[in-house]
């Protein structure tokens, strides 16, 4: 079981005190998943472990939240000898509830994913919002995926999976807050990489029901001709690809140039209106923010 030091000051001495890394399992396959009893396995080599993760498929739910519909959190069997629990919700809707009954956690990991997560699925990845909403709750989050055709075959991965931990659960604290793992089929390394950009995977494909109605899937196609050092390059070269994610979904670039040469009501901003607001303008904020729930809906008081 890996372990880190802590410093800690009594009666003006220092002592090294040994503290137990503490992780937090989740997926979006469901509770059931063979990758995530397979995550939670590698995990307790690195400390002790919980799960934590929907009761069900939410493959694809993204970063969607239950807003308008109560959690519950119920036992469930254990998963590689740890204490599991399943919620009726999606994978933001797990972590968000792990962490919040389970506020002492280091890391959430989201996995192991039956299928690759690269490029654009970023953005609509239940593996990787499960991770991604932990590190919005400032845990760190780590998304592992690997090959859907291997389920069967697992314990081919394992070796793999163990040295993508170790690279990001090791005594290095420095490293980036929220990592996209990818773990190939004859893996042969670990290595940093971007996002692929080369393309998007979804379309629309048409069908018809039982009674001759149309209904329509949305369904995924092969991309070719990735970027070099990509997420994509690096897993069809045998790579394992570790991705760092940025929750700062602003286009620096392009703000930049825009407040130069298209600056609006910018300047004039920035020269009358003061750098905090109000207590009164941030409450408005607020309340024109809130999602209102339906009418059969009844929250909890705050």
């Known amino acids: 079981m890996a372990l880190y030091t802590s410093k800690i000051e009594s009666a003006g001495r220092v002592f090294a005190a040994v503290i137990v890394m503490r992780l937090l399992i989740s997926n979006d396959d469901g509770i059931h998943s063979p990758g995530l009893a397979a995550l939670a396995g590698a995990a307790r080599a690195f400390g002790d472990v919980l799960v934590v993760a929907p009761d069900g498929e939410r493959s694809s739910s993204s970063q969607a939240i239950s807003s308008a519909l109560p959690l519950r959190c119920s036992a469930a069997p254990t998963i590689a000898g740890a204490a599991a629990y399943r919620v009726n919700g999606t994978p933001a809707d797990a972590v968000t509830l792990g962490l919040h009954l389970w506020p002492d956690i280091d890391v959430v990991l989201s996995g192991l994913n039956l299928g690759f997560n690269l490029g654009p699925a ?181």
């Open 122 to 302: 970023a953005w609509h990845s239940g593996t990787l919002a499960a991770a991604r909403q932990a590190a919005l709750l400032g845990v760190r989050g780590i998304a592992v995926s690997i090959p859907a055709t291997l389920e069967a075959e697992l314990a081919l991965l394992a070796p793999w999976v163990h040295e993508a931990l170790a690279a990001l659960l090791g005594k290095s604290r420095d490293l980036p807050f929220l990592i996209n793992v990818n773990v190939p089929r004859e893996a042969r390394g670990l290595m940093w990489t971007r996002a692929s950009t080369e393309g998007y995977d979804g379309r629309i494909v048409p069908g018809h029901d039982g009674a001759g109605r149309d209904i329509y899937w949305f369904d995924m196609e092969p991309i070719t001709g990735v970027d070099h050092q990509s997420d994509r390059w690096a897993v069809e070269q045998h790579w394992v690809s570790m991705t760092p994610i940025s929750l700062d979904v602003t286009d620096e670039t392009a703000l930049t140039s825009l407040r130069q040469h298209h600056p609006l009501d910018t300047i004039l901003a920035a020269q009358t209106s003061p750098h905090v607001s109000s207590p009164a303008e941030a409450a408005q904020v607020r309340e024109d923010e809130a999602q209102t729930p339906g009418p059969d809906v009844v929250r909890p008081a705050r």
